[in-house]
């Protein structure tokens, strides 16, 4: 049976995962592998309804746990929608965020409530691979201020510079606790050298699980 391979981009504001993104897609693209690019929150259209009220901070005054559960109705609705089809196809599935995104940003809600959570909205979808950027907050969110140019900064970014320094150890924590699946890269190098490394855990990854061969869409 036909199996994609469905890597994740974790990490703090501003650390690059976007043009990582773009770039890998052209890459696996380049080497004939069927590619699915898509984000967190949103990639599918009901989790882009709700991107967007909690983005604006609509949904804060209501609590942590209903941000949460929020987010994993999106994620729901995207894996359903989604990623499960892409990979079933035997796509490379490319996701902006996911499910250590919530883990780490959603750390005020009570942790035993946040893995039945996890566990029902994943419904057994969990990434090959997750690649984590690691930046310093101070400088991610100085690019991410750049790259927003006059627009206002969005309800997380918004937030202390303590609590992003947090963020980044737990992301940190996420990888040395789960190294079969995490890489962490070094996201404060020039992105050529970031590219360098991306495609190096990418192309070393794909083959272990089965997705040697050149895949077209196909089915070569
Ligand atoms: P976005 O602008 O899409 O992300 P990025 O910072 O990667 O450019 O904003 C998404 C924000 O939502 C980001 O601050 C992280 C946060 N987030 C959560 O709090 N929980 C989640 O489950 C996800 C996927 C994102």
Redesign the pocket.
């Known amino acids: 049976m036909k199996r994609g391979f469905f890597i994740t981009f974790e990490g703090g504001?501003g650390a690059g995962?976007?043009t990582q993104i773009d770039r890998l897609a052209y890459k696996l693209r380049d080497n004939r592998y069927a590619v699915t690019v898509t984000?967190?929150?949103g990639g599918s259209a009901g989790a882009e309804a709700i991107r967007h009220v909690i983005?604006s901070g609509a949904a804060e005054p209501f609590g942590p746990t209903m941000e949460a559960l929020l987010?994993a109705a999106a994620?729901s609705d995207h894996i359903e929608q989604l990623i499960r089809p892409a990979l079933k196809r035997g796509k490379v599935v490319l996701c902006?965020?996911?499910v250590d995104?919530?883990r780490v940003?959603?750390d005020d809600v009570d942790p035993a409530l946040m893995l039945e959570i996890e566990r029902v909205s994943l419904n057994g979808v969990m990434p090959d691979l997750t690649l984590i950027f690691d930046l310093d907050p101070e400088e991610g969110l100085r690019r991410?201020a750049a790259r927003r140019g006059k627009d206002a900064a969005?309800r997380?970014?918004r937030e202390t510079l303590a609590i992003h320094r947090r963020r980044r150890k737990a992301f940190l924590d996420i990888a040395l606790k789960e190294p079969r699946r995490c890489v962490v890269i070094d996201a404060s190098l020039a992105p050529e050298v970031v590219e360098e490394a991306v495609t190096h855990a990418v192309f070393a990854a794909l083959p272990e699980r089965g997705l040697a061969g050149r895949h077209a869409e196909q089915g070569a």
Do not use: I, T, V
């Open positions: 504001e995962k976007s984000r967190e929150p983005l987010f994620r902006d965020r996911f995104s919530w940003y959603q991410a969005d997380f970014e």
